[in-house]
């Protein structure tokens, strides 16, 4: 994997980049989908493509389960597997520590849980981790971490970071043992403490990783907390590998943490939102069973030239919504995805250019209605 830092904002810190891969080009700022066990829920690799989709996320905690990692190897990888000819990134299983903790138990070692599954023992070594991602054959591979939960305790904090680090020490020297195109990120954690992330940063890079993400945010804290970690994190960051803001992007999100420098984004929002109907328009977030638009015969957004909005209104979403329709779940999360590849496009154009401010201004006057 290769980074190359293409130009800088003179408006603000925001970036263009790009991320060079066996599987393609991946340009900076980016939205990943996130297709945990191998799928994009209820979209297909032609319909990632067609959105203009340049990198998905897959998550190794739920493919080690189920169909197992094995299983994907014998495939000739994931990207065989699900037949998506595009870059890859892995994520650890380090945000499952977190959201499944009734379920595992933590120590030096590892993690040792229970499958949500079917209750079964396991044990995610930082080595388990990294043999996972390797039969995976993803592109970018995670660092095996412990997502610190907010709130917590500043002893707890330092504890987990320091844990992290452990893990991540034993991932790189894993990671090192064969030789392939895979490309392995660092995890910067330490909560709501600076100097914990700064010395979480500074131990990541003395380790050396191929980019850096930032985890631990958008666990629940207030929204200025992630603000100030990272207003403060990211002028320490180095400016050669890529910046990776894990579980961010709603659309205000983008511009927001964009133009302090962030590279690349993942969430699950888009696509959950979508199937509980809630969609992202240029004219803000709507509710699409609502009442108002049974008989709303315009396009879902006028400004969007996806397959939805093209070819259906308003009031036969709100219907095949309200009736239980499987075909609302798929059109509503085609829309979302669209909406957030172009979203980005539409920001790093906005960078190039040198407009920035005003495009973002613009964006929110629309979507928040203000």
């Known amino acids: 994997m290769q980074f190359k830092l293409l130009a800088k904002s003179g408006e603000n810190r925001a970036r263009l980049g790009e991320i060079k891969t066996s599987h393609g080009i991946i340009h900076t700022p980016v939205f990943m989908p996130v297709g945990t066990q191998g799928a994009v829920k209820t979209l297909s690799p032609d319909d990632l493509r067609d959105a203009g989709a340049e990198i998905i996320l897959a998550n190794a905690y739920y493919l080690f389960l189920r169909p197992g990692d094995e299983v994907v190897k014998n495939a000739g990888g994931l990207h065989k597997f699900m037949n998506w000819d595009r870059p890859i990134l892995t994520d650890s299983g380090g945000y499952q520590v977190f959201s499944l903790a009734d379920l595992r138990k933590i120590s030096e070692n590892g993690v040792e849980f229970s499958s949500h599954i079917d209750g079964a023992k396991h044990l995610f070594t930082p080595e388990k981790v990294i043999d996972i991602q390797r039969n995976l054959k993803s592109d970018i591979a995670m660092c095996f971490d412990e997502c610190t939960p907010y709130p917590c305790e500043r002893d707890y904090a330092e504890r987990s970071m320091r844990l992290s680090l452990k893990w991540a020490k034993r991932c790189k020297e894993e990671f090192l043992k064969e030789e392939s195109e895979q490309a392995l ?138 009736s239980g329709e499987l075909l609302a779940l798929r059109l509503n999360t085609l829309h979302n995805i669209n909406f957030m590849i172009k979203l980005t496009s539409r920001i790093r154009a906005a960078i190039k250019s040198g407009t920035y401010s005003r495009d973002k201004k613009e964006f929110l006057r629309k979507y928040r209605k203000e």
């Open 185 to 322: 990120f660092g995890i910067v954690q330490g909560g709501m403490h600076k100097d914990l992330r700064h010395e979480s940063l500074e131990k990541n890079i003395e380790i050396g990783f191929d980019g850096y993400a930032i985890g631990g945010l958008s666990v629940g804290e207030p929204r200025d907390c992630a603000e100030e970690i990272l207003d403060y994190l990211l002028p320490l960051m180095s400016e050669d590998k890529p910046r990776y803001l894990m579980g961010v992007g709603a659309p205000e999100e983008l511009w927001d943490y964009i133009e302090k420098g962030i590279d690349m984004f993942d969430c699950v929002m888009p696509t959950r939102n979508a199937r509980n109907g809630q969609l992202f328009t240029s004219g803000g977030k709507i509710i699409i069973k609502n009442a108002s638009f049974k008989n709303d015969y315009s396009p879902l957004d006028e400004e969007c030239s996806c397959y939805t909005c093209s070819n259906f209104t308003r009031a036969y979403l709100s219907h095949l919504f309200r």
